[in-house]
């Protein structure tokens, strides 16, 4: 986890969420004290569903998705 100043995050927003886009989870702080912590999406039941499938069928997982989808 990184550990950023609420003034730093504003100057370098885009660093940080990219940085969170690629998995990093993020600690905010105002004066030393923590005060949010920004974390990257978790997946859904679905979407590791569908990653899972996609990989035992040899597929990527859009396919999969489309797949499961047109069960539906």
Known sequence: MIT???TDLKKRKSHYFRLAEYGE???VTRYGKPIVEIA???KSKIEIFDSLI????G????????ER???L
């Open 4 to 6: 950023v100043s609420i």
């Open 54 to 57: 996609g990989v035992a069928k």
């Open 40 to 42: 990257p999406k978790r």
């Open 69 to 71: 989808l047109a069960l």
């Open 59 to 66: 597929v990527d997982p859009v396919a999969a998705k489309e």
């Open 25 to 27: 989870a993020i600690l």
